[in-house]
Nanobody, 122 residues
Framework: QILLVESGGGVVQAGGSLNLSCAGTGGTFSTYHMGWFRQAPEKEREIVAAISRFSGMSYYVDSVKGRFTISRDNAKMIMQLQMNNLEPEDTAVYFC???????????????WGQGTQVTVPS
């Protein structure tokens, strides 16, 4: 079992940047594929980006391609999401999650952090 804690959310103006971090404890971080998800009010939770165990594969939802970058450091047990050129549509609670299989459906991720709020005022 792995525990995940996100940090780095906040309020940023459109066009600005934020860097989210997800720290893992209590498990072998490198055995998990990792993902960032987000959930806006009254919307379903959606995948933002995913990264495989040793960073060989990554996935981005179309709406963030070219703006967001996912990375991980297994030695430090940390995953990050660099978010640039933020838009009001990026406003949501962002969650990190861990999965044993390579996919990006929320139901396939077994361990979740508590979430961190990102707000981009319009």
């Amino acid at each position: 079992q792995i525990l995940l804690v996100e940090s780095g959310g906040g309020v940023v103006q459109a066009g600005g940047s934020l860097n989210l971090s997800c720290a893992g404890t209590g498990g072998t971080f490198s055995t998990y594929h990792m993902g960032w998800f987000r959930q806006a009010p009254e919307k379903e939770r959606e995948i933002v980006a995913a990264i495989s165990r040793f960073s060989g594969m990554s996935y981005y939802v179309d709406s963030v391609k070219g703006r967001f970058t996912i990375s991980r450091d297994n030695a430090k047990m940390i995953m990050q999401l660099q978010m640039n050129n933020l838009e009001p549509e990026d406003t949501a609670v962002y969650f990190c999650a861990a999965a044993k299989t390579w996919n990006w459906r929320p139901q396939d991720y077994h361990y979740w952090g508590q979430g961190t709020q990102v707000t981009v005022p319009s």
